[in-house]
Each structure stands twice: as C-alpha cells, then as structure tokens.
C-alpha cells in the first residue's frame, strides 16, 4: 500500500515542479520578450498627474543612477536588449529573494 | 499607479511607512500559516509572474496605460498573507532597482498594492464565495470580480491619501473622478488576466489554488474496523 502512496506523492511532487518551471517560463518571456512592446504611454496614475498638474512635485529617484533604472540597461545601445536585459534581471533578484523568503517562511512538515 | 517620491508629503509617507510596516509584520506571521513545503515554491514563482507582468503595460486608451498589479491574482493563488508578501517583494525590488516606485514611497505603494489591492480582492473573494452556488466553475468569476475591484480601490485609497497629505493644490473631486474613470478601465485588464490565470491553473491542478480549496473538500473516505453491524 505505502508503495502506492509514494508513487502517488511521486507524480503529484513532478507535476507541481512542472507548474512551477511553466510559470517561471512564461514571466522570462513576458520580462525579457514581451517588455519591449508594452506600451509605452505614461500610467494611469502618471497621466492623471499630468492632467490635474501636479506631475513635476515627483522628485528625481533616489535610485535613479541604478544599471537597471527605468528598465534599461545601461550601456546597451539596442533598446529591445537593453529591457530584455532589465527584466532578467528583474526576474532572477525577486525570484532569489521571493523563494528565499518563502522557504525560510514555510511550516515545516 | 507606482507613487513617486514627492508627491504626498513627508508625514503622509512616515503614516503609510508605518502601516506597511505593521502590515508586513502581521504578513510574516500569516504567511506562516499559508505555506508549507508544497506551496513555498509556488509563492515564490507567483511573485516572480507578478513582477513579470507588471512590466507589461497595455494601452487603456487616450495616450493613457496600465499594467497588472497582480493583488488579486496573488491573493487568489496562494491566499492573501502571502499574496501581501509577494507583492512587498515586487515593490522593493521595483523601488531599490528600477527607480519605479519612490524610496520615501515604498511605504505607499505596499499600503496601496500590497495591502489594499489584495485585501479588497480578498474580501470580494470571501463574500462571493458565500453568495454563489458552490462548483469549482464559478471560481474564475469570481477571480474576475476580484482583479476588477482591486484596482479601483487602490485608486481610491491613493485619493484619500493625497487629500491627507498631497504636494499640489488639486481639486480632490476631481481627483477622484479622473482616477476612478482611468483605473475602472486598468481593473477590467486586470480582471480578465486575473480570471485567465486563476483559470488556467484551475484546469491543471485545481488542488494549488487557495481560492479553491473550500470547493475541494470533499468527505473523506473512512476504513472503520469491526465487525459490520
């Protein structure tokens, strides 16, 4: 019978991590291959600011001279490589923080 | 509707610094609760999709965009404490990395995003779940209904925000009026991404979605031993 559980364990265990890889897939294509067509008109909140007049009490970012700042990388003269970059990036630090995070977080069986 | 710095004066930001504070804090105990070996993995790639998505604006119309916040999706996959602590996640990394999202506005943006967009996505959650008829297909519905008020509701709470502490002399009716409109359009991009996906790990392991759960408990089978009566 435990035979049967485990296989049973054993499959589910497998299709989760599929679950998992198909995610992380589809967030690389969307950061590093789709980012470079979105849309490039300013935000809802940023364009109400620029309708109500109050857009220039943004101060300059404190993070501004960030490699990464604004999602281009800098030194990269192809715009498309540039974003594409800033996203993988972007995925590889919050994927190590989030699952860090959640892992140390988890009830342990 | 990542805030700048610059925009809600000092104290208004210490204000929603400190809510964000306590809220991550209570987050961390709740989180706790919500993930265990199985569902830790998860968590973690939901925070990974939410940052992937929010960097995909979609046209809304008028020179305007927007992108997902992810709150509701968050929320409806790994339950909310954790849905709170992948978007804190996202916004850090957003904050510290990409200059998107102001430093003195981390504490904004986690009360708008991380907080009130989950949160209320939550809340349609629990209600809804109680008004409609208990099948596991009504479950995208409701991740629609979810995504599409969560976003107008951090509109909402922006406005308040600013009427507390905003930079600028702006009529707050108006304010109100133009964030709704824009952000009532953003919720229903928001809605249907959100009903896809919920919809789409629903046809493939229904038993991973938090919102599901209460469709899938079913009576378990019992082995009594004895003699049969």
Redesign the interface.
């Known amino acids: 019978m435990s035979s049967v559980t485990d296989t049973q364990t054993r499959v589910e265990r497998r ?3 599929l ?2 890889l198909a ?2 897939l ?3 294509v ?2 590093v291959g ?2 470079s067509f ?8 940023e ?3 620029a ?4 857009e220039d ?8 001279g ?1 490699p ?4 281009e990388a800098t030194g990269v003269e192809d715009a498309r490589l540039s974003t594409g970059l ?2 993988l ?3 590889a ?3 190590a ?3 860090a ?3 140390a ?5 | 509707m990542h805030v700048p710095d610059g925009f809600l004066d000092l104290a208004t930001s210490a204000g929603t610094a400190a809510v964000a504070v306590g809220g991550l804090a209570l987050a961390l105990r709740g989180g706790r609760r919500e993930l265990d070996d199985r569902l830790a993995p998860l968590a973690g790639v939901t925070a990974v999709f939410v940052f992937a998505g929010q960097m995909i604006n979609f046209p809304v119309g008028a020179g305007t965009s927007g992108h997902m916040i992810g709150g509701a999706l968050a929320a409806l996959l790994v339950g909310p404490w954790t849905a709170t602590l992948c978007l804190s996640v996202v916004l850090i990394v957003q904050a510290l990395l990409f200059s998107d999202g102001g430093i003195t506005a981390l504490g904004t943006n986690i009360t708008l995003m991380a907080l009130v967009s989950v949160w209320t996505a939550w809340g349609a959650y629990l209600v809804l779940s109680r008004l409609l008829p208990r099948r596991l297909s009504v479950v995208p519905w409701v991740a629609f209904v979810a995504g599409f008020v969560s976003v107008p509701a951090a509109a909402v709470a922006f406005t308040g925000l600013y009427a507390l502490g905003g930079q600028a002399p702006i009529p707050l009716d108006s304010l109100l009026t133009v964030m709704l409109g824009w952000h009532a359009v953003i919720g229903l991009g928001e809605a249907v991404i959100t009903a896809l996906i919920v919809g789409s790990v629903l046809a493939v392991r229904p038993d991973l979605v938090r919102a599901a759960q209460p469709y899938l408990e079913r009576q378990r089978l019992e082995i009594r031993e004895g003699s049969p009566a």
Do not use: K, M
């Open positions: 299709s989760r991590r679950v998992v995610v992380v589809v967030s690389l969307l950061a789709v980012s979105a849309s490039a008109h300013p935000d809802g909140l364009y109400v600011a309708q109500l007049g109050f009490t943004a101060g300059d970012h404190a993070t501004a960030s990464v700042a604004d999602y800033a996203g990036l972007g995925v630090v919050t994927a923080v989030a699952f995070l959640f892992w977080l988890r009830r342990r069986a």
